[in-house]
């Protein structure tokens, strides 16, 4: 038993130093994004004054769990998500039970798109880190004072340095654009259920 105790005492200090070594600092003067997508989304940005459990109680609810999956699927386009969420809303007559669903939908949205603003943040902190270390790397050769080698296609270390750093600030300002469709998307689908309620 005490094998035991002392194992998962072990595991979930090492989980928590994982936790905190993985933590991503950047200052705002390096964040090439809108500042407000360096914060986490509240309920609140979406739909003032709504409280809603944000738990997976929407995946158990078959109905909600495709509607869901269906509008916040890349593949489908705002115009498809509100109507698709319009022809949800004609399904109940009872506002009560309207209510409860849309609640579920809420959840679902705001958990989905939450989720999918997160990896384009992340993708954003690994473009920034690329070309920090790139500019590293830069000022590194440059201090050597050596000769740059040339590479086998004719371009100097230098260059296809620039070119990669290039390259990654093409990629961070995708994910940007990403998370304001994304952030455009998730407003536009909770105000379709308000307007439906």
Known sequence: M?????SFV???F????LLISAEIVI?????????H??????????????EVNLDSKWKNDSDVRDLVNYITNHANSIDQG???????????????????KFDLVFSGIFQEMSLYLSFAKHGVFQF????????EELIKQNLKGKKLE???????????ILEIADDAEEEAEFQCNRMDFLEKKAKALTKQLIINL
């Open 37 to 50: 997508h360096l914060k986490s989304p509240k309920q609140t940005d979406y739909w003032p004054g709504k």
């Open 82 to 100: 509100k109507k698709a969420i319009n022809d949800f809303s004609n399904k109940f007559n009872d506002k009560n039970i309207k209510e409860k």
């Open 150 to 160: 040339k590479r086998n296609i004719g371009r100097s270390k230098k260059g296809w």
């Open 10 to 12: 072990f595991f979930l």
């Open 27 to 35: 200052d705002q003067d390096e964040w090439p994004c809108k500042l």
């Open 2 to 6: 005490k094998i035991f105790f002392y």
């Open 128 to 135: 920034i880190t690329r070309i920090e270390l790139l500019e």
């Open 14 to 17: 090492l989980n928590f130093n």
